[in-house]
């Protein structure tokens, strides 16, 4: 076998490396895998394995497109064009009360009239902007896309969240107590107790970094209208007009907003942002901070502020400065 052929079977195994080894480590454990037909909107929860197999002609187009290229860093170009590839939607949203819930999604497609089961018309509707708005196949969405039955699963989801949210398409933020950008701007003055009542999704410990996370992010009002018009901008990141509003709302710097790195610096401003936010479960006002700093935490559910206390275990690991405290 000559050189050159060798050196062509070797990029298509590393191509292959690529795609296997992004799907088993950078999107979610679970995706709901959208369809339509002339009914209306179907969706099914799918695992890797079906995700793999209905994007197998993936690594050949790659491969076909780069071969003849010569590649600086060749694995980073692939990996981009994976990610480019499987694109889904993630979901960021205020719990409501009643929720559908892993048990139940169905693995076979399903269809949902959700005037006759409410629960299920914000998870429709966030499928249907997915499809419609953003072209993506696949989504995915906290309540029912995580077996919370299963320890292992619920601590993978957990400490991984913050890497599907950065590795997805885009993120569909619902605020469902806002009508349009104008109701925004009255709730960027009722900070200062002369406007509307911030909408609870600003106060709310996960959707800290359900909103610095993804790559793009699209917010949608309270009747699923875009907050800024699709023509005008698929993703909100780069629209400085809604980004200034939110910076004001939430106290987060707009290049923060546009661009956020996760780390252990800065551990002062980024406690800050979270300070005034509120979760359920005591635990997750640290777990939902793992992201945020970039470190790592098991996860144990029943004890309590301990949880906290650890994530600053962790943290001061990497940052010595005297200010941790100082927020």
């Keep these: 076998m000559s050189a050159s052929r060798a ?8 191509v292959e490396e690529v795609f296997d080894e992004y799907i088993a480590n950078e999107i979610p454990i679970r995706l709901i895998h959208i369809s339509k037909d002339g009914q209306g909107l179907n969706f099914k929860l799918v695992d890797r394995t079906f995700v793999k197999e209905h994007f197998k002609s993936v ?17 980073s170009r692939i990996r981009e064009q994976v990610k480019e590839a499987l694109k ?18 169905s693995t076979e497609p399903m269809k949902v009239r959700a005037e006759l089961e409410p629960k299920w018309k914000k998870l429709q509707e966030f499928c249907r ?43 569909i933020a619902h605020l469902s107590e ?34 610095l996370a993804p790559s793009q ?11 800024v018009p699709l023509d005008h901008s698929k993703s909100d990141r780069v629209n400085d007009t809604i980004m200034r509003k939110i910076s004001k709302i939430t106290h987060i710097p707009l290049k923060d907003l ?11 401003e980024k406690m800050l942002w979270a300070s005034k936010r509120r979760t359920t479960r005591i635990e997750d006002i640290a777990y939902s901070l793992i992201g945020i700093f970039d470190v790592s935490l098991m996860i144990a559910y029943g004890e309590g502020n ?9 943290i001061m690991k990497r940052y010595d400065k005297w200010d941790m405290f100082l927020w």
């Design 7 to 14: 050196d062509d079977n070797d990029f298509k195994d590393l």
């Design 59 to 75: 690594p050949d187009k790659i491969y076909k497109e780069f071969r003849h290229e010569r590649l600086v860093d060749r694995e």
């Design 88 to 105: 889904y939607a993630i979901f960021s949203h205020r719990w409501l009360f009643s929720e559908p819930s892993f048990q139940d999604m």
């Design 129 to 171: 902007k997915a499809k419609d708005d953003h072209d993506c196949e696949f989504a995915w969405s906290d309540t029912c896309c995580i077996d919370k039955t299963r320890s292992a699963e619920l601590d993978e989801s957990i400490r991984s969240m913050f890497r599907w949210y950065r590795n997805s398409h885009v993120c």
């Design 178 to 211: 806002t009508a349009n950008l104008a109701a925004l701007e009255r709730q960027q003055k009722g900070e200062k107790g002369d406007g509307e009542k911030v909408d609870v999704w600003f106060t709310r410990g996960w959707t800290l970094q359900e909103l």
């Design 217 to 227: 992010i699209k917010f949608y009002g309270t009747d699923w209208k875009p907050l």
């Design 258 to 268: 546009k661009s956020f790195k996760p780390g252990t610096n800065r551990v002062p």
């Design 306 to 314: 301990r949880a906290f206390f650890r994530l600053m275990e962790e």
